[in-house]
């Protein structure tokens, strides 16, 4: 089961914005991009939960710490039983890279309600049970400087395992997609996504390869100062499918959490500062409450 965010739209709201909400079953992934050369994106993690006897793949995160992970609210905000799988790439074969490690606990920010998307806040930490093992396959993301706004088009990309096209077969490989950036002021004007995106929230696509691109929860992995930086967490899409015009992909920007996070990390487990000064890029080269089963939300992926 993979998780994406939809927004669904409301005839009786002004500039006909959409509304959040969730679907059930979101099909779409990575719609336009290409196959990533294996573990160029290090930092990428696979959240997988317990169903049946068998672990399956729903949402990407960023190994930010050795025993840390980020990702999205959406992808954690239920109880179940999760484990990251780190160096992964093909999700069905098993290359000797990978590192399987167990999640000892959750931490969904405070203000996130799933009711209410549009508010932002779609955030969350792992603890990992144990450390994992850095090496050329498996690395640290970094995260950008507290407050830091990226301009227009700057260079991203996505990356997570999904479907090549809309209503194709999944990709059981990493991928990536090229995915400029969409600066705040038009991604939050009338006919783009207006009110409903927040200055805490970053926008990508508006291309071939905008909309549906990525794993929720996975990272927008932004060039700056030739160096990678994960600068968003995927986090909604429109309901009106893969592509549509000045609907693009949206994330939540990480800059804006920054010591959001740093004070998880330091609260819970006395290491610090989690923001690295030097992106790990492994051969690139650059020029909570208790909550109930979905089943009870069933607009929830």
Same mark, same amino acid.
């Given at each position: 089961?993979?998780?994406? $965010?939809l927004?669904?739209?409301?005839? =009786? ?11 059930? @079953? ?7 991009? @290409?196959?990533a050369s294996?573990n160029?994106?290090p930092?990428?993690?696979?959240l997988?939960? $317990?169903s049946?006897?068998s672990?399956?793949h %729903?949402?990407? +995160?960023? *190994?930010?710490?050795? #025993? ?10 239920? &109880? ?5 799988? *780190?160096?992964?790439? /093909? ?6 890279? @990978? ?11 405070? #203000?996130?309600?799933?009711? !209410?998307?549009?508010?932002?806040? /779609?955030i969350? $930490?792992l603890?990992? &049970? ?10 640290? +993301?970094?995260?950008?400087? !507290? ?22 077969? *999944?990709? =059981?490989? $990493?991928? @990536?997609?090229y995915l ?5 002021? %038009? ?21 071939a ?5 990525? /794993?929720s929860?996975?990272? *927008? #992995? ?12 995927? !986090?909604?899409v429109?309901?009106?499918?893969? #592509? ?8 939540t920007?990480v ?12 609260h ?34």
């Open positions: 089961m993979l998780r994406f $965010l927004l669904t739209s409301l005839a =009786a709201l002004v500039l006909a914005e959409h509304q959040p909400g969730y679907l059930e @079953e979101m099909s779409q992934r990575v719609v336009g991009g @290409e196959v294996p160029s994106w930092w990428q993690v696979s997988q939960y $317990l049946g006897g672990y399956y %729903t949402c990407g +995160g960023t *190994l930010i710490r050795a #025993n840390w992970v980020l990702t999205a609210a959406h992808c954690v905000d239920t &109880s179940r039983t999760w484990r990251i799988l *780190l160096g992964e790439h /093909d999700l069905y074969s098993n290359s000797g890279r @990978e590192q399987t490690l167990g999640v000892s606990q959750v931490y969904v920010h405070s #203000n996130w309600n799933r009711n !209410s998307v549009s508010n932002g806040y /779609d969350a $930490l603890r990992l &049970s144990s450390s994992a093992s850095l090496n050329s396959y498996v690395q640290l +993301g970094s995260l950008p400087p !507290s407050g830091q706004i990226l301009p227009h088009n700057n260079l991203c990309y996505i990356t997570g395992w999904g479907r090549t096209s809309t209503g194709g077969s *999944l990709s =059981a490989q $990493l991928k @990536e997609a400029p950036l969409v600066d705040y002021k %038009t991604c939050s004007s009338s006919g783009w996504w207006g009110s409903t995106v927040k200055n805490t929230m970053v926008c990508g696509g508006g291309g390869e905008s909309g549906c691109n990525g /794993d929860g996975g990272p *927008l #992995n932004c060039q700056y100062g030739g160096k990678y930086y994960v600068h968003g967490i995927a !986090s909604f429109s309901s009106w499918g893969c #592509n549509y015009p000045q609907k693009p992909t949206v994330f920007r800059s804006a959490y920054i010591d959001w996070i740093n004070s998880v990390c330091t819970y487990m006395h290491i610090c500062d989690i923001v690295d000064t030097e992106s790990r890029t492994a051969g690139r080269v650059v020029g909570g409450d208790t909550v109930l089963h979905h089943a009870s939300w069933p607009w929830m992926m």
